[in-house]
């Protein structure tokens, strides 16, 4: 069955250290969204790429994070320096198109300290 | 503001007991309604999608419900399993918008033996 690829489960790093998660969506799905996701809380939607467009990144916070999709396929979500606030589930989703079923990759526990 | 509210935030039942979850939104316009069920350090699988006309969703043992005109859906979870332990996340789509989803804060269900 196919599925949405995340990788790493999880990553341990310092405080102002580098890192970077990376997803492979379902095949033939143009849109890939990353959302982070706080304990207790809902995710909420850091980026969304139409293939290799980004159409929402509103919410992004673009001091510290950036996205791509180069090629339109997989993607990577980077974050440097990272903060201890950023200590979450990062989760990758993809869907045939934007207002279709988003289906969800395992995601990324990243926990900074 | 377009938002989604659950309730209640958490939930302990016993095996074999059924259970009632909320969800209530100001998600306008609406497009369509999805319950996901989400377990620890996993990411989201979706259990149910309603839109506007439809008032009842069954899939095995989870009936969603949606009232249109008070904003209100539920999910009924029947005879519970201890593999139902996970939170289950109300999400709602704009209508019109291909990237507006709203995502609740989730109910957290434990199933006890």
């Known amino acids: 069955e196919a599925e949405v690829a995340q990788s790493p489960r999880y990553k341990i790093t310092e405080k102002s250290q580098a890192v970077a998660f990376w997803c492979d969506p379902i095949?033939?799905?143009?849109?890939l969204y990353w959302y982070r996701q706080i304990l207790g809380q809902g995710p909420e939607l850091l980026v969304q790429?139409?293939?290799?467009?980004?159409?929402?990144d509103s919410q992004l916070p673009k001091d510290r994070f950036s996205a791509e999709r180069l090629k339109g396929v997989d993607s990577t979500l980077k974050i440097q320096p990272a903060e201890l606030g950023d200590s979450a589930m990062y989760l990758c989703?993809?869907?045939?198109?934007?207002?279709?079923?988003?289906?969800f990759g395992q995601g990324t526990r990243l926990t900074v300290v | 503001k377009n938002q989604v509210e659950q309730s209640p935030q958490s939930l302990i039942i016993l095996e074999g007991k059924n259970c009632t979850l909320q969800c209530n939104y100001t998600v306008s316009p609406f497009s369509n309604l999805r319950w996901y069920k989400q377990d620890t350090g996993r990411g989201p699988v979706s259990l149910t999608i309603m839109t506007f006309s439809e008032n009842t969703k069954s899939n095995g043992r989870y009936t969603a419900t949606l009232d249109a005109d008070t904003k209100q859906s539920s999910l009924h979870i029947t005879a519970s399993q201890l593999s139902d332990s996970a939170s289950y996340i109300c999400v709602v789509r704009l209508e019109g918008s291909a990237r507006q989803l709203t995502f609740g804060s989730g109910t957290q269900l434990t199933v006890l033996p």
């Open positions: 989703a993809s869907s045939v198109q934007g207002d279709t079923e988003a289906f």
């Open positions: 790429f139409q293939d290799e467009s980004v159409v929402d």
């Open positions: 095949s033939g799905h143009a849109t």
